[in-house]
């Protein structure tokens, strides 16, 4: 690729100037972006389909009673505070109106709510400093969603403290060498703060949703270092063969850099896949996407080479002897190296290897089969906020459905709403304009039932009747994703096919590639569905299992998971296609490729897994279930699919892997 030829020469010529270029980015990124975190938002609004019955419902009646339906703010108090809660809330200009709502059963515990105006003084400044004026526990939606953006800011921090010292151990331990490990963690904190500047840039266009922030950034730190593994492990290749300077450089960038442009290209594809549904927070998080996977190959194949360039062999500097002698060894082709041996003896036994990995990841998926759903409130919130405290008291302690009201919007005449099976009260109507109604509908269970989610469907069969509310939010949020489903997927099957045939300029690759995706993707969903829906691993990982997935999920790790999982498939298929284009058969070109390609795909799935999977350690749930989930699906694909589906399908369809019709191979020329 000449333009790869290119940047290996200019970053032979102009290293110094290029890496002075990237330290003054890397500064002026920092001074940007150290305000992203807290400029991110979180809303109800995030998980929603504007043009859905639910949202339309909601925003006619926030504009015909200037008033947000439903207490955004609630109080759960002794009898003897209600009155300075109502006093406090009463006294406060955002605050509409404040009411008690409902008593607990067991008469010791009173619900006060507050409804806040659709206009005026905005809500972010004084929610929370309204809230500590407030006697007992204080939550609701609006205090949930800036508690959401704190703690997201706090783990972000946490997560960075807790990877990076181990992302240096562990590429020390790959490369066996200090100057060596340095290159992919500056790469990744590179990385890190051109995302943080970026999303600022984006969210000051189009507002990001907070929940993209964690992902985004981690996904950023760990595809750099992935990238920057490949790069450096090429060129000690390059510098073995033909010492330092340009020649080195250029082979490193016209191979290895070629498949990171390609990789980079990849991801991004996946999680542009994923911009089709028309929620904020996955087009956040499809849009972050977008930024990153591009920036991270930037950050690689830029400042890579310009460091190559200037430290030439000492590249390999400050190791000990017996180090140096393993790198050396490593950065030889030997062909009785371990993973060379490996992999004819996968292949030796390919049948029964191919079927034993493809059952173990069916068995490993069969749990998802009875995966249940749900949708986002204050229980995806640690323990320790207000918010989340309330959510129980009021699930423990209170009567069931004051969580689940419905807001009916009723055209025609004075309504009469029937009090069928699961309605357990109906609010007086209020006239909302010339036959129109607005009605409140309490149901006998909480919000998301199976008995709350029929009460919103036999309401909505009525005549002239919409409705709104959490459940009726989350009907109207699943049937959006089972409506765009299948154009996602056919977008990110096409694309990744496409891709993946100019890599390999076959058409048998890339749709084993793609059948394999999905069989290790199932597996990582079955895992899922073990840990967080029946809550195995509690204590460990630090959470409270809702018994179900939130919604969202499965949709966007399937885009997620199935990017990076073509993004390892695409660094093993370039070097078994190089030896194969060498003139090695198909067995030698399978082995050599994975003897060349496995600890690096190893090293690098490793070492995302910590940066993805450091936020495991979030305090809400379902940035825990995103990044365990994305974890999860690395390191199956690192394993069970690259280290053994691979190389045993391959070797059983022997040249047939190779195939492509001549006029599709011309164009890929």
């Known amino acids: 690729m000449p333009m790869l030829t290119a940047l290996a020469d200019i970053a ?3 290293a110094r100037w290029i890496i002075a270029g990237a330290l003054l980015s890397a500064v002026a990124a920092v001074l940007f972006g150290a305000s992203t975190p807290s400029r991110l938002q979180s809303s109800d609004n995030d998980f929603q389909n504007s043009s859905s019955e639910s949202f339309r419902t909601l925003q006619l009646l926030s504009k015909r009673t200037n008033v947000l339906p439903g207490p955004s703010l609630v109080v759960v108090a002794p009898p003897r505070e209600v009155a300075h809660a109502l006093a406090t809330l009463r006294g406060d200009r955002t605050v ?3 009411q008690r709502v409902a008593v607990s059963r067991d008469r010791r515990l009173v619900l006060v709510g507050a409804w806040f105006r659709t206009h005026g003084p905005a809500l972010a400044p ?13 939550g609701g939606a609006t205090l949930a969603n800036e508690q959401v953006g704190k703690q997201t800011e706090r783990d972000l921090l946490h997560a960075e403290a807790l990877a990076f010292p181990l992302l240096l151990l562990l590429t020390l331990w790959v490369f066996r060498g200090l100057v060596a490990a340095l290159l992919p963690v500056a790469a990744g904190l590179l990385a890190l703060v051109g995302t943080l500047a970026l999303l600022r ?5 189009r507002p990001l949703s907070v929940f993209a922030l964690n992902l985004v950034s981690g996904a950023a730190i760990g595809l750099a270092i992935d990238y920057s593994l490949l790069l450096v492990t090429r060129y000690r290749e390059e510098l073995a063969r033909h010492g330092p300077g340009r020649a080195a450089l250029r082979a490193t960038l016209t191979t290895a850099g070629r498949t990171i442009a390609f990789s980079a290209a990849t991801v991004a594809a996946a999680f542009g896949s994923v911009l089709v549904f028309p929620l904020p927070y996955l087009r956040s998080m499809a849009i972050g996407g977008m930024v990153v996977a591009p920036l991270a190959g930037l950050v690689a194949l830029v400042l890579l080479p310009a460091c190559f360039a200037l430290l030439g062999e000492r590249v390999n500097a400050l190791a000990p002897r017996r180090w140096q002698r393993a790198a050396e060894r490593a950065a030889r082709p030997d062909e009785r190296g371990s993973w060379y041996r490996f992999a004819h003896w996968v292949m030796r036994r390919a049948p029964w290897v ?16 009875s995966v249940r759903f749900v949708g986002v409130d204050a229980s995806v919130l640690p323990a320790s906020s207000s918010a ?9 302690r209170f009567a069931p459905g004051l969580d689940a009201q419905l807001h009916v919007v009723v055209s025609g005449p004075a309504p009469s709403i029937p009090r069928f099976a699961g309605v357990a009260a109906v609010g007086r109507p209020e006239r909302l304009g010339p036959r129109l109604w607005a009605v409140d509908v309490v149901p006998r269970s909480g919000a998301m039932t199976e008995s709350t989610k029929e009460v919103v469907r036999r309401l909505r069969a009525l005549p002239g009747v919409a409705v709104s509310g959490r459940t009726a939010w989350y009907l109207d949020t699943a049937a959006t994703l089972r409506a765009r489903l299948p154009l996602a997927l056919a977008l990110l099957g096409v694309t990744t096919f496409v891709l993946l045939f100019v890599v390999t300029g076959s058409l ?3 749709l084993k590639a793609l059948v394999m995706n999905v069989l290790g993707l199932s597996a990582a969903f079955g895992i899922l569905v073990l840990v967080f829906q029946d809550g195995r691993l509690e204590s460990l990982l630090d959470y409270r299992s809702q018994g179900a997935l939130e919604l969202t999920q499965p949709v966007l790790l399937f885009a997620i998971a199935f990017g990076l999982a073509t993004d390892y498939g695409v660094f093993l298929f370039s070097r078994i296609r190089e030896a194969h284009d060498a003139g090695l058969p198909n067995r030698e070109a399978v082995a050599l490729g994975l003897e060349r390609t496995g600890r690096v795909i190893t090293a690098a799935a490793l070492l995302f897994c910590v940066a993805v999977g450091a936020f495991a350690s979030s305090g809400i749930l379902i940035v825990k279930e995103l990044g365990i989930g994305i974890a999860v699906a690395v390191a199956i694909d690192a394993t069970l699919v690259r280290a053994l589906l691979v190389p045993s399908l391959m070797a059983l369809l022997g040249d047939w892997n190779w195939w492509a019709p001549r006029p599709l191979r011309r164009f890929r020329r």
């Open 388 to 396: 989340r405290q309330v959510d129980d008291v009021l699930r423990t």
């Open 354 to 369: 191919a079927a034993a990995s493809a059952t173990l990841l069916v068995v490993l998926g069969l749990p998802f089969l």
């Open 12 to 14: 032979d010529r102009r």
């Open 508 to 510: 048998v690759l890339p």
């Open 96 to 98: 509409a109106r404040a």
């Open 201 to 205: 840039l984006v969210n000051d266009v």
């Open 126 to 138: 004084s929610v929370s400093q309204l809230a500590r004026r407030l006697p007992g526990l204080v």
